[in-house]
């Protein structure tokens, strides 16, 4: 290896972090070394371009990203579930009310399975506005047992007014409305 007195070659000075002090040139404290590789900022300011620059030949390609799903379904099952359950729960606190003195069995009965289908709708259409994947199956379970309770009803005989027997199709839209695809995107987003 050559002596650190001697004079640099071009070939150890790209190797050289600092230059060495060989009276030459005063090597200051303060200033950074005067190497020509090791750069931590700019030297000088930067080149202004001559004349208007123009158009570049390529055109930006617009961003083809995976888009919003349609809160339509999810609006449509959220209004079908809420108008379900209302119904429901006057059917069933009309049934409750009307039959306790003759089959309080049967009422408690309905009176559950009230509770549970309101429990199960409520959390569903709650879930589903927060796009949670379990959304679409507690709406379904929530109309599936006000099915049961309409079934109830009709078994039990009662005198009902004739739009009270149109009132079990609202559960069954609910379903339905759950089962679209639309919803499913919906609650499959996070």
């Known amino acids: 290896m050559a002596d650190e007195s001697s004079d640099s070659t071009e070939e150890t000075r790209i190797l050289r972090r600092a230059p060495l002090n060989t009276g030459s040139q ?3 404290a303060s200033a950074d070394p005067p190497t020509g590789i090791l750069r931590r ?3 000088g300011a930067l080149p202004i371009l001559a004349g208007p620059v123009s158009e570049p030949a390529t055109q930006a ?3 083809i990203g995976p888009t919003a799903p349609d809160p339509r379904f999810a609006i449509a099952t959220t209004v079908l579930s809420i108008v379900s359950g209302w119904g429901t729960a ?8 009307g039959w306790w003195a003759t089959d309080p069995l049967f009422c408690i009965a309905m009176g559950f399975l009230a509770a549970v289908s309101a429990a ?3 959390s569903g259409v709650i879930a589903l506005l927060l796009r949670r994947r379990t959304a679409r199956l507690l709406i379904v379970v929530g109309a599936v047992i006000a099915l049961l309770i309409f079934a109830g009803l009709f078994v039990a005989g009662a005198a009902l007014p004739a739009p009270v027997y149109a009132l079990p199709l609202l559960p069954a839209a609910s379903i339905v409305s759950a089962a679209l695809p639309g919803t499913a995107r ?3 987003t996070d």
């Open 26 to 28: 005063p090597v200051s």
């Open 90 to 97: 006057v059917i069933a606190t009309d049934l409750i009310t």
């Open 61 to 63: 390609v617009p961003h």
């Open 186 to 188: 919906w609650s499959r």
């Open 41 to 43: 900022h700019p030297t």
């Open 120 to 122: 199960a709708s409520i």
